[in-house]
């Protein structure tokens, strides 16, 4: 089963920046849509942004211009920019993928997440 595996959480200030990444681990056949959610603390997961294989975005209002997501097919990796970051976005963020591995077994992955905290 392919593994994920998200980097680049971390400490930022408010109104500043940071750049998360998602590897994969193991062999990949082909990866379909690739995603990323948060999940802070007394709310419900959210939604971020998602990418298809040809490159189609779509963004939850709440990141609509401020996050950018992107993808590396040659490097079955995903990433996500994230600018102008407020405290309420403090939250483990987390990768998720739709990916046709080894004998074209299909699975939902899910990254293991990583914290990302607004603050001053």
């Known amino acids: 089963q392919v593994q994920l595996m998200e980097s680049g959480g971390g400490l930022a200030q408010p109104g500043g920046s940071l750049r998360l990444a998602c590897a994969t681990v193991?062999?990949?056949?082909?990866?379909?849509?690739m995603a990323w959610y948060r999940h802070a603390p007394g709310k419900e997961r959210e939604l971020l942004a998602s990418?298809?294989?040809?490159?189609?975005?779509k963004y939850a209002d709440s990141v609509k211009g401020r996050f950018t997501i992107s993808r590396d097919n040659t490097r079955n990796m995903a990433y996500l920019e994230m600018k102008s970051l407020k405290p309420e976005e403090t939250a483990v963020y987390y990768c998720?993928?739709?990916?046709?591995?080894?004998?074209?077994?299909?699975?939902?992955?899910w990254g293991r997440g990583t914290q990302v905290t607004i603050s001053s």
């Open positions: 193991g062999y990949v056949f082909r990866i379909n849509d």
């Open positions: 998720n993928a739709d990916i046709i591995g080894s004998g074209y077994s299909r699975d939902d992955s």
């Open positions: 990418i298809s294989r040809t490159g189609r975005t």
